[in-house]
């Protein structure tokens, strides 16, 4: 910058704030005079949410040229990429700018958005969402910053309202250098005289008046009055008030006569006044731009109230140059008809703004204003003011002290201010409003949902605010805040202290800052809410889908209807998801969170959190601590991350992992899947035919009611482990302990009772060695199944069984000729015979059955059924055939186990239980109960789960039902008594 030397300072208030050089293309306009390449990027790596310092920025400027001052004028740049980020990578630019003369006082700073940005002050903070879109180079995430006046030092202040990591771009600076002599300011009086004169006030409160002629008139910096007493004095003259420095220009028009002005529509300070004569016609102009106030001889255009307790409404005369309320005068630049300006001065004061833009000043006192039609302005000042805008886009400010605030129909800009404010923008209760979305059958849709759109700023105070119709902006700021956001989609941030928010009807985004507070997404209980309703029946299910960030604080978060997204942060939060598929996260803190209605999903985070998924098919996760957690209703999925976790499953088929820690895991009802994990853990699979891994560390496994399988996945998994199938009442349950993973060379079973259930298994290194050992009792394991060799009858004669495969015809007894579906081998050697003794096969000699049946030696396997008719099936159990197993008919003379180095065990399956002729004796199919799929391999599982899909759970498995009463042990018995 030519003669100015410009100093540039960066303070990182982040760890890992930076400031770097960039060449990324910037988003910039035709008429700015910027560059589009390259710009200053700052960057921060985010907070621990609410609003955290990210750096600090400053640009110095000197001369370095005798003939330059140290000061530049008409500073220009962007802030691109200001925006914020998404819920689950949660960001918020926050920008302030501070410029300052060589004195140290503060200029004024202009902000122009381009996407929505909101200005407060010397503030401006970023609103469109990126969502990986936004770059440098796009014009929603745009500001443009203008700065008139000498400008010493530029101060960029950069802060974060979220937790993660954020960026903008300071693009190149245009700027225009002021020569020495110009910064030489005071407060003149500058009088031209007669002739053509040019006066040039330059800074300081300066009083000019150019006398005859047409003169130029300029005033520079700070707040001149030019005089213009005269139409003789006025005419031909060009006006110039300047913006720089403490700017408020006046054009004192008193004792010229009767003018018409003419404002400029598109900027309100510039115009042409109109010199007339007595009969109207006008005598001369002059032009004037910068101008904020014009006075005439019929008034200033202010109603100006006395120190005392003023009624200021359309009769009121008390103003000293005669202005009055709603007087058709339009004296100041940019206004219309009826826009008035109201100074109600000290006093208790109350003041009825009419129609028209009004702007009223309250000042001292406990003053009532009401702005009414209009889009008014209104500033409470000093005092308990109450505050109602009425119709109109309002803008109010209650200043210090509780203030009474109503906003009223509009699009109204809110500031409470410090104090106990109770702000209302709308009428309270949802019946007063109709949501964007209609709810079919009992509300249409808003038709204009963009004519209620409320800013509110609490500030200081516990306030008490209620926004009503459509998607409005609440920060509550300090204090311990009371907020109703009412219809439709709204953000709200309590800001610090104990905050109350209820979200209401909308999609809302919640902030509850410092402090500990409590967040309603719908409406707060009590309410009589009849769209809460689960997805599954409801018209509108996305009216309620609420993000809800509780910040730090030991906070309590309702979710209430639809999808919502629930995050505790830091504290010790209570969070109760309500209905629909939530998602929550606890983040720090013990907290306890709560499902509800839906299929949730629920992170409990650090610390020791107590966790109830409700109803649904949940996904819960216990994360760091001590967590207890509880399933629920359906199929839930839980995860108990570290620490020495307690899981209650509930109902349904759940999978539940204890994870790293000593846990103690519950499946409770349902066919559940439930690992250990590392460390001592203890699983109990209740009732249900469940599935149990210990993993690392010494376990105790209980299998509880039902079939359950118990998987060993290595030595070191299972030794010193407690397994205990049980037993159920009536001992129709069976128990399998999976050592497959092992292998058999590396086991050795000892039993100890006679039916095989109770024992020892033996861990035994590569040589034979026991290394380690685990206690098992009531296991149990069938394997139903033919043996190779044996001979079935189809429609093409008979045909070994070996060679049956899926698709071949077989004969039935009950149903001709059928199809199989599905067909299985499992081969057994010597070693696993000799370890499950109970499954070696049984022998049975030809006419072992009666009546010559079978026809040929043939072995099965011990549960193998076998079809037996005769009188005494008739007389003992009213059946004339019935079904035996096997290992029920061994007499030890034509049928008997046998000792063998191996065998393989076949089995087909139908549509439904079949009885077959096999070595020509009538015998059974195999037939798929929770026994026999227990005893099998898991890829054979898999496939018959893939014809048969019903099988998978314990309805469809008694669906598929015997082609025979099957007798016990005892039954038997009386058809071998002779």
């Known amino acids: 910058m030519g003669g100015v030397t410009v100093t540039f300072g960066f303070e990182a208030q982040d760890q890992g704030a930076t400031a770097t050089v960039t060449n990324d293309t910037q988003y910039v306009e035709s008429g700015d005079g910027l560059s589009a390449s390259g710009g200053l990027r700052l960057y921060g790596c985010g907070g621990e949410g609410g609003i955290d310092n990210t750096s600090t920025t400053t640009l110095s400027f000197a001369s370095n040229d005798a003939a330059y001052g140290d000061a530049i004028s008409n500073v220009s740049f962007r802030i691109n990429d200001l925006d914020q980020g998404t819920s689950s990578d949660y960001h918020r630019d926050i920008v302030t700018v501070y410029a300052y003369d060589a004195d140290g006082n503060l200029l004024p700073v202009t902000y122009t958005p381009e996407g929505g940005q909101t200005v407060s002050g010397n503030t401006v903070t970023g609103q469109n969402v990126d969502n990986g879109s936004l ?10 910053v203008q700065i008139e006046g000498n400008v010493a030092r530029i101060v960029i202040d950069y802060d974060n309202g979220g937790p993660t990591d954020q960026a903008i771009t300071i693009t190149d600076i245009t700027a225009t250098t002021t020569a020495a002599a110009d910064e030489e300011e005071g407060n003149d009086t500058l009088l031209g005289g007669d002739g053509d004169d040019t006066v040039l006030g330059q800074g300081g409160n300066d009083v000019i008046a150019g006398g005859a002629g047409a003169d130029h008139l300029s005033g520079g910096d700070d707040r001149d009055t030019f005089l213009v007493g005269s139409a003789a004095a006025g005419a031909g003259d060009h006006i110039d008030g300047g913006e720089g420095g403490d700017d408020y220009d006046v054009l004192d028009l008193t004792g010229a006569g009767p003018v018409s002005i003419a404002y400029d529509n598109t900027n309100p300070e510039n115009g042409t006044v109109s010199f007339l004569d007595t009969d109207g016609n006008v005598v001369g102009t002059l032009d004037f731009a910068n101008i904020e106030n014009v006075i005439v001889d019929h008034g200033d255009g202010y109603v100006e109230g006395t120190s005392g307790d003023d009624l200021i409404d359309t009769a009121y005369t008390g103003d000293p140059e005669g202005d009055m309320i709603d007087h058709n005068d339009a004296i100041l630049p940019g206004d219309a008809a009826n826009d008035d300006r109201v ?19 309250g000042d001292l006192g406990n003053d009532s204003i009401f702005g009414e039609a209009g889009d008014d302005s209104l500033i409470g000042g000093e005092g308990k003011d109450t505050i109602s805008g009425g119709a109109g886009n309002d803008t109010i400010e209650g200043g210090n002290d509780a203030d009474v605030i109503s906003g009223g129909a509009g699009n109204d800009d809110v500031d409470g201010g410090e104090g106990d404010d109770v702000i209302t923008t709308g009428p309270d209760g949802l019946a007063n409003y109709a949501p964007d979305r209609g709810y079919p059958g009992l509300f249409p849709g808003d038709t204009d949902p963009g004519n209620d759109r409320d800013t509110v700023y609490g500030g200081g105070g516990n306030d008490t605010i209620s926004t009503g119709d459509d998607a409005d902006y609440i920060d509550g700021g300090t204090g311990n805040d009371s907020i109703d956001a009412g219809c439709d989609d709204d953000t ?3 800001g610090d202290g104990n905050d109350v928010i209820v979200g209401a009807e909308g999609s809302d985004l919640i902030f509850g800052g410092t402090g500990n507070d409590t967040i309603y997404g719908g409406l707060a209980p009590g309410y009589p809410d009849s769209l809460n309703v689960p997805d599954a029946t409801d018209l509108r299910p996305d009216n309620g889908m609420d993000t809800i960030h509780g910040g730090d604080g030991n906070d309590v978060i309702y979710g209430a209807d639809d999808n919502d997204m629930l995050y505790g942060d830091g504290g010790d939060d209570y969070i109760d998801g309500g209905i629909d598929n939530d998602t929550i996260e606890g983040g720090e803190g013990n907290d306890t969170l709560i499902g509800g209605q839906g299929d949730d999903y629920i992170d409990g985070g650090a610390a020791s959190d107590t966790i109830d998924g409700g109803e649904g098919n949940d996904t819960l996760i216990g994360g760091e601590g001590d967590d207890s957690i509880t399933g629920g209703a359906g199929d839930d999925s839980i995860e ?17 992992n204890g994870g790293d820690g000593d846990d103690r895991v519950f499946g409770e009802d349902g066919d559940d899947l439930l690992t250990g994990g590392q460390g001592q853990d203890s699983l109990d699979g209740g009732a249900g035919n469940d599935t149990l891994t210990g993993g690392q560390g010494v376990d105790t496994l209980i299998g509880g009611l039902g079939s359950d399988t118990f998987i060993v996945g290595s030595i070191d998994d299972g030794n010193h482990d407690f397994v205990d199938g049980n037993e159920d009442p009536d001992n129709s349950d069976w128990d399998v302990l999976d050592l497959s993973a092992i292998g058999r060379d590396h086991l050795n079973i000892l039993y100890t009772t006679p039916d095989h259930e109770n024992g020892t298994v033996q861990f035994l290194d590569d040589y034979g060695n026991v290394t380690g050992s685990m206690e098992f009792h009531n296991i149990e394991q069938i394997v139903p199944c033919f043996t190779p060799g044996t001979l079935v009858a189809t429609p093409k004669g008979e045909r070994l069984v070996e060679e049956l495969q899926p698709g071949d015809k077989v004969i039935t007894r009950d149903n001709g000729i059928q199809e199989i579906r599905w067909a299985g081998r499992r081969d057994l050697n010597r070693a696993e015979l000799a370890v ?3 499954l070696k096969p049984v022998l049975i000699r030809a006419g072992a059955l009666g009546n010559g049946l079978p026809e040929r030696d043939m072995m099965v396997s011990p549960n193998h059924r076998m079809l037996v008719s005769s009188e005494r099936t008739a007389l003992y159990f009213e059946e004339h055939e019935v079904l035996v197993a096997a290992k029920h008919l061994v007499d030890n003379i034509g049928i008997k186990p046998v000792e063998t180095l191996g065998t393989s065990y076949i089995h087909f399956m139908f549509d439904r239980h079949e009885v077959v002729l096999a070595n020509g004796a009538w015998t059974e199919s195999f037939q798929p109960g929770d026994q026999t799929l227990g005893g099998m391999g898991n890829a054979q599982r898999a496939e018959i789960y893939e014809i048969f899909p019903e099988l998978q759970d314990s309805e469809g498995r008694k669906a598929y039902g015997a082609a025979r009463k099957t007798l016990k042990r005892h039954e038997a018995k009386l058809l071998m008594h002779r």
């Open 135 to 144: 770059t440098s180079a796009s014009q929603a995430g745009s500001v443009l």
């Open 343 to 361: 100074l109600a001065g000290a006093g208790n004061d109350t003041v009825y703004a009419g129609v028209g833009d009004d702007t009223v000043w």
């Open 492 to 494: 709200v941030d309590g």
């Open 640 to 656: 108990g991350g570290t620490g020495q976790d307690t899981i209650h499953a509930g109902t349904g088929n759940d999978i539940a």
């Open 836 to 838: 499950a003794s109970h």
